[in-house]
């Protein structure tokens, strides 16, 4: 357990500007352990980036990086990402 | 440029010397931890750091063999890519040259590898001459876990996220592989003083 | 502007400082008015934003302690003495002062009436921010839905909202203060830090499936989520919202 980590309410904002829906009930599905989590759910790590990361196995789901007012985010820890209907 | 705040200051000192501040950084009294990952807790009995790769002969330390090299202490200012720069830092740890001493290679890139998976490149020669080490304290005690102990990288020139926590071990190669934040829109070099903050900076 | 929020982009928004108030010694509650403010759902947060002359800039994320049907949205901040930004909204702003922030965000980690209960809310100090949100929401809509507040706190004197939630209980809701710190003479109460028997005690039996949401310190959220699981209460039952080490 980390104190410093959050969930991913924590990071609501960034997820929202970034995706420019709200993201914290998608719910996504793990590439390496298929676990299944609201991104609300996942863990999320601050350094020079933000990482998300899955709370079962610490397998990193997707990286996101601000530059400016552009956003470079690496997903590929996700097998899947689904969107809820309600924005 | 937003709106200013009235009254805000924020907690950072005004009284350093501007010029050891790179551009776009702030001198903050504390030491922000920061973390791509949970803090790893490894045995020191089963620790080792390695140095892998293109080069004549891999070598290894356990966590005695490593504490037995000769070390120094080392007073530097270090600058983060989130901004905030420490000034006057002051670590004890072992010169990457000499963990290189008497090693042959045709390598120009090393990769720093930590507990976790954290990666990060440099160049070889940005960790030679003196310019890196393999630090195992901070101010003077044990490098604490949050800060990347038992051992982590101490690349000083270079912004911080190319100074790896939680180091096990340094793979030489001929070959360049971008690492952990590199891939992800940050500058594949990161000097501080040229503000390569970010790829294409 | 009312367009771009409506799309779900977020924008930043100037809010207008009415009132700052103290709740405890360390807590004050800033009331904003936001012009453009599209309305929230209670747990929700903002993101406030604070730039100085010289450019440098912090965000930090505070929960919304006011209902939806508030006409101001209202902040409750903890100073934290080495805080960057907690310090300045609490000791700083002055009625007329205005401060980037934007949000409503957050979807997750919200409760609306109607939903079906029973609920638990457990709060570790500041924690308790977004969970009042719910408690006043669900106060103005009437709603009687079985709702339990386990709220940690230093002291009797560092309970924030003491004597609303005190007005408040009643009528389905029940309020139990664990004072870990220090209690007054003559408490009867708990003394000591949330624990699986506390809340086997307080909160609603796993098979009644709650909705549960817990809120605090990171350490506070981990060790509380860790008990209610090993109760029996289903993992996805569970909202957390951590605030880091300290919060702020």
Same mark, same amino acid.
């Given at each position: 357990m980390d104190q410093l980590m959050l969930d991913g309410n924590g990071v609501a904002g960034l997820l929202q500007e970034v995706f420019a829906v709200e993201m914290t009930t998608a719910v996504g599905t793990c590439a390496a352990c298929s676990a299944v989590e609201p991104l609300g759910a996942v863990h999320v790590f601050r350094s020079a980036g933000v990482v998300l990361r899955c709370p079962h196995c610490d397998h990193v789901l997707a990286k996101i990086v601000k530059r400016g007012g552009q956003a470079c985010v690496d997903l590929g820890g996700f097998r899947a990402l689904a969107t809820t209907a309600r924005v | 440029m937003s709106f200013v705040s009235r009254g805000f200051h924020g907690r950072r000192r005004s009284d350093a010397d501007p010029s050891r501040v790179p551009p776009g950084q702030y001198v903050t009294q504390d030491f922000p931890v920061l973390s791509a990952g949970p803090t790893p807790h490894p045995s020191l009995a089963t620790w080792t750091l390695s140095l892998v790769g293109e080069l004549d002969e891999e070598r290894a330390w356990t966590w005695e063999q490593f504490r037995a090299l000769p070390s120094e202490e080392i007073t530097v200012d270090i600058h983060c890519v989130t901004k905030w720069s420490k000034l006057d830092t002051v670590w004890r740890g072992v010169s990457v040259d000499t963990l290189l001493e008497g090693l042959d290679t045709a390598a120009e890139h090393v990769i720093q590898y930590s507990d976790g998976g954290y990666t990060t490149n440099v160049p070889l020669e940005d960790v030679t001459g003196g310019k890196a080490w393999v630090v195992y304290e901070y101010d003077g005690e044990p490098l604490d876990p949050e800060h990347g102990g038992p051992a982590r990288m101490l690349v000083p020139h270079l912004y911080f996220w190319k100074s790896a926590k939680w180091l096990r071990g340094l793979r030489l190669q001929t070959t360049d592989e971008p690492g952990f934040w590199e891939t992800n829109g940050y500058n594949n070099y990161g000097d501080p003083w040229k503000e390569q903050r970010y790829w294409g900076d | 502007m009312e367009g771009a929020a409506l799309l779900g982009r977020l924008i930043w928004q100037l809010a207008q400082v009415v009132n700052v108030s103290p709740e405890t010694p360390r807590v004050k509650t800033v009331v904003f008015d936001v012009p453009a403010w599209p309305g929230h759902r209670s747990g929700q947060h903002v993101d406030v934003r604070l730039t100085a002359e010289d450019g440098y800039q912090v965000e930090?994320?505070?929960?919304?302690?006011?209902? %939806?049907?508030?006409?101001?949205?209202?902040l409750t901040v903890e100073r934290l003495d080495d805080g960057e930004v907690s310090p300045y909204l609490t000791d700083e702003l002055r009625p !007329? /002062?205005?401060?980037?922030?934007? @949000?409503?965000? !957050? @979807?997750?980690?919200?409760?609306? %009436? !109607?939903l079906r209960g029973p609920v638990l809310l457990v709060g570790g100090g500041s924690g308790i921010v977004p969970l009042m949100a719910m408690i006043r929401e669900r106060a103005a809509a009437d709603d009687d839905v079985d709702m339990r507040l386990v709220f940690s706190s230093r002291g009797w004197d560092d309970v924030i909202y003491r004597d609303?939630?005190?007005?408040?209980? @009643?009528?389905?809701?029940?309020?139990?203060?664990?004072?870990?710190?220090?209690? %007054?003479? !003559?408490?009867? @109460?708990?003394?000591?830090?949330? /624990?699986?028997?506390?809340?086997?005690?307080?909160? %609603?039996?796993a098979g009644d499936r709650p909705l549960i949401y817990v809120c605090g310190p990171t350490p506070f959220v981990e060790s509380v989520a860790t008990a209610l699981v090993g109760l029996g209460h289903e993992a996805y039952r569970i909202k957390t919202e951590r605030f880091g080490p300290t919060g702020g």
């Amino acid at each position: 357990m980390d104190q410093l980590m959050l969930d991913g309410n924590g990071v609501a904002g960034l997820l929202q500007e970034v995706f420019a829906v709200e993201m914290t009930t998608a719910v996504g599905t793990c590439a390496a352990c298929s676990a299944v989590e609201p991104l609300g759910a996942v863990h999320v790590f601050r350094s020079a980036g933000v990482v998300l990361r899955c709370p079962h196995c610490d397998h990193v789901l997707a990286k996101i990086v601000k530059r400016g007012g552009q956003a470079c985010v690496d997903l590929g820890g996700f097998r899947a990402l689904a969107t809820t209907a309600r924005v | 440029m937003s709106f200013v705040s009235r009254g805000f200051h924020g907690r950072r000192r005004s009284d350093a010397d501007p010029s050891r501040v790179p551009p776009g950084q702030y001198v903050t009294q504390d030491f922000p931890v920061l973390s791509a990952g949970p803090t790893p807790h490894p045995s020191l009995a089963t620790w080792t750091l390695s140095l892998v790769g293109e080069l004549d002969e891999e070598r290894a330390w356990t966590w005695e063999q490593f504490r037995a090299l000769p070390s120094e202490e080392i007073t530097v200012d270090i600058h983060c890519v989130t901004k905030w720069s420490k000034l006057d830092t002051v670590w004890r740890g072992v010169s990457v040259d000499t963990l290189l001493e008497g090693l042959d290679t045709a390598a120009e890139h090393v990769i720093q590898y930590s507990d976790g998976g954290y990666t990060t490149n440099v160049p070889l020669e940005d960790v030679t001459g003196g310019k890196a080490w393999v630090v195992y304290e901070y101010d003077g005690e044990p490098l604490d876990p949050e800060h990347g102990g038992p051992a982590r990288m101490l690349v000083p020139h270079l912004y911080f996220w190319k100074s790896a926590k939680w180091l096990r071990g340094l793979r030489l190669q001929t070959t360049d592989e971008p690492g952990f934040w590199e891939t992800n829109g940050y500058n594949n070099y990161g000097d501080p003083w040229k503000e390569q903050r970010y790829w294409g900076d | 502007m009312e367009g771009a929020a409506l799309l779900g982009r977020l924008i930043w928004q100037l809010a207008q400082v009415v009132n700052v108030s103290p709740e405890t010694p360390r807590v004050k509650t800033v009331v904003f008015d936001v012009p453009a403010w599209p309305g929230h759902r209670s747990g929700q947060h903002v993101d406030v934003r604070l730039t100085a002359e010289d450019g440098y800039q912090v965000e930090r994320s505070y929960s919304i302690a006011s209902a %939806p049907n508030a006409t101001h949205v209202e902040l409750t901040v903890e100073r934290l003495d080495d805080g960057e930004v907690s310090p300045y909204l609490t000791d700083e702003l002055r009625p !007329g /002062d205005r401060i980037e922030l934007r @949000g409503p965000v !957050g @979807g997750y980690f919200v409760w609306e %009436p !109607g939903l079906r209960g029973p609920v638990l809310l457990v709060g570790g100090g500041s924690g308790i921010v977004p969970l009042m949100a719910m408690i006043r929401e669900r106060a103005a809509a009437d709603d009687d839905v079985d709702m339990r507040l386990v709220f940690s706190s230093r002291g009797w004197d560092d309970v924030i909202y003491r004597d609303e939630l005190e007005h408040l209980a @009643g009528n389905g809701l029940t309020v139990v203060h664990t004072l870990t710190r220090s209690q %007054p003479a !003559g408490w009867a @109460g708990y003394a000591r830090r949330v /624990d699986a028997e506390m809340l086997a005690e307080v909160g %609603p039996a796993a098979g009644d499936r709650p909705l549960i949401y817990v809120c605090g310190p990171t350490p506070f959220v981990e060790s509380v989520a860790t008990a209610l699981v090993g109760l029996g209460h289903e993992a996805y039952r569970i909202k957390t919202e951590r605030f880091g080490p300290t919060g702020g």
